[in-house]
Nanobody, 123 residues
């Protein structure tokens, strides 16, 4: 069964940093692109970052470019998200999922989500 477990969230002041981590199970991790999504209260879930299976191609939402970095360890089935220069608008629950390219767009692969990890940016 496909499973995702996110961790690393917390409360941080504006300008601070956090590192999120996700452990995936139930599929061949090294064969899939991996992604981070976030969902803020009252908003739809949005794609934040994607990293291809080889770890050589990264794409980011415009709102986080230059501040967030996605990375992966195929030996450990983990994908991380380093978040720097955090802003209040980054406050959301963050989730990971595998990803696929369809019709020119990245979409999540599995209809299963972990509990997510809460990131709150506030002074």
């Amino acid at each position: 069964q496909v499973q995702f477990e996110e961790s690393g969230g917390g409360l941080v002041q504006p300008g601070g940093s956090l590192r999120l981590s996700c452990i995936a199970d139930g599929f061949i991790f090294s064969s899939y692109a991996m992604s981070w999504y976030r969902q803020a209260p009252g908003k739809e879930r949005e794609l934040v970052a994607v990293l291809n299976s080889a770890g050589s191609l990264r794409e980011y939402a415009d709102a986080v470019k230059g501040r967030f970095t996605i990375s992966r360890d195929n030996a450990k089935n983990t994908v991380d998200l380093q978040m720097n220069s955090l802003k209040p608008e980054d406050t959301a629950v963050y989730y990971c999922n595998a990803a696929s390219r369809r019709a020119g767009m990245w979409v999540y692969e599995y209809p299963y989500w972990g509990q997510g990890t809460q990131v709150t940016v506030s002074s």
